[in-house]
T-cell receptor, first 118, second 114 residues
């Protein structure tokens, strides 16, 4: 499978616990994005990496959230002290260096991690 | 004001119908425009890019009006398999680069019935 992989697919956790999600992008994609999607809404941008550098963070990314991409390959998103409002689908997308019509502008999404905080 | 505004629907149409969705975007600096399709509990998948000249892909036609900051999607001869949520998406440059984030509308839900 050469797509974007996310693990786990589903996570149920108790409020106050920490959770960590992993994203493995397409190998030649140097750009990686995290989005969050709640029910009935479109995905909202959280953060963006180019290689190992985190270049942009949304205001949605509170201090309880941290993302890393230590070697410019896979990325992790950690949520500390989870709250019920964190329940959502967390989507990872990667993007090819070349963006044009032929590559469909390069974005490929993973299947997401669905988090439920109880 | 949200970056991308989209009527959430739902739209319920019979097979064979023509249905149109539209959305507006607020940032005139937006550079790229897309329609994504999202099936229930699945990830979004690119349906088509949208160009100022308009573009067509089979039964799907997308239009962009930069002056009005308006994007549309027309689906002709609807099929049962077209039932999904259609997300209007814009890409805005960041610090002068083209590596910007995607802004999604909330999606328009379409159900095609037999």
């Amino acid at each position: 499978d050469t797509g974007v992989s996310q693990d786990p697919r589903h996570k149920i956790t108790k409020r106050g616990q920490n959770v960590t999600f992993r994203c493995d992008p397409i190998s030649e994609h140097n750009r990686l994005y995290w989005y969050r999607q709640t029910l009935g809404q479109g995905p909202e941008f959280l953060t963006y990496f180019q290689n190992e550098a985190q270049l942009e963070k949304s205001r949605l990314l509170s201090d309880r959230f941290s993302a890393e991409r230590p070697k410019g390959s896979f990325s992790t998103l950690e949520i500390q002290r989870t709250e019920q409002g964190d329940s959502a689908m967390y989507l990872c997308a990667s993007r090819a260096p070349r963006q044009d019509r032929e590559t469909n502008y390069g974005y490929t999404f993973g299947s997401g991690t669905r988090l439920t905080v109880v | 004001r949200k970056e991308v505004e989209q009527d959430p629907g739902p739209f319920n149409v019979p097979e064979g119908a023509t249905v149109a969705f539209n959305c507006t975007y607020s940032n005139s600096a937006s550079q790229s425009f897309f329609w994504y399709r999202q099936d229930c509990r699945k990830e979004p998948k690119l349906l088509m890019s949208v160009y100022s000249s308009g573009n067509e892909d089979g039964r799907f036609t997308a239009q962009l009006n930069r002056a009005s900051q308006y994007i549309s999607l027309l689906i002709r001869d609807s099929k049962l398999s077209d039932s999904a949520t259609y997300l209007c998406v814009v890409n805005t440059a960041w610090r002068g680069s083209t590596l910007g984030r995607l802004y999604f509308g909330r999606g328009t839900q379409l159900t095609v019935w037999p």
